[in-house]
C-alpha cells in the first residue's frame, strides 16, 4: 500500500524548516538545498510543494507575521487607545531574544523584497494593514480625550517609522539603542493632551 501524506503537514514543515534557517542564520543562508536538509526532505519534494524559493521565503514569511498577530491580539484584549497603542508598539520592537530575531527575520526580507514582486507586494499590504492597525488606536485615543484629534495619519508614519528605526538601531548597534522602549514611551508621551 502506497504511503499517504499529508501535503498540508508537509508544506508546514518546510516552511517551518526555512524560518528556523532564516531566524538561525539570515536570509541568505535559506537556499533550497538548506531548507531540504533542515526539513529532512530532498531537494525535489520542495519542487514538489513551492513554485520556487520566494515562495518559500514568502510562506515563512507570512508565518511570521500570523504568530506576531496572535501574540497582539492576546495582549490587547481589552485595550484601547494609548494603552493599547502602546502595547502594540513596544511588541515591535526587539527588547527579548524572540523579538531580536523576529526583526532580523523582517529586515532580512526588506532587502529580498527589492528584487522579488511577490515579497514586495506581501511587505506592503502587510505594512499597510499595521499602519490602519496604529492609525485606528490613534483615533480611539483622539476619541477618548487622551490626545488631539489632528494630523493622524502623520503621527502613525512617525510612530512606525520610529519603531524600524529603533529596531534597526538595536541589531546593529546594541551598545548605542539600550534605551529603546523609554524612547517610545517618551514619544508616545509627547502625544498625550495636558
Known sequence: ?????????????????????????????????????????????????????????????????????????????????????????????????????????????????LTSPALLRTQREEAADLCLLVRTLLQSAADAGEIADEGLDDTAERLLALVDGLSLHRLLYPDRASRIEEIMLAELDRLRLP
Open 1 to 113: 500500500m502506497p504511503k499517504i501524506v499529508n501535503h498540508d503537514e508537509r508544506r508546514e514543515e518546510v516552511v517551518a524548516a526555512a524560518r528556523r534557517i532564516i531566524l538561525r542564520e539570515g536570509i541568505e543562508a535559506a537556499t533550497t538545498r538548506a531548507i531540504a536538509k533542515e526539513a529532512g526532505y530532498s531537494n525535489g519534494v520542495l519542487t514538489h510543494y513551492f513554485a520556487d524559493k520566494d515562495e518559500i521565503l514568502l510562506s515563512a514569511l507570512r508565518t511570521s507575521h500570523r504568530r506576531i498577530t496572535e501574540r497582539l491580539a492576546a495582549k490587547l484584549t481589552g485595550l484601547t487607545g494609548l494603552a493599547a497603542l502602546r502595547e502594540l508598539l513596544l511588541d515591535n520592537l526587539p527588547m527579548d531574544e524572540e523579538r531580536e530575531r523576529e526583526t532580523g527575520l523582517e529586515i532580512g526580507f526588506w532587502a529580498r523584497s
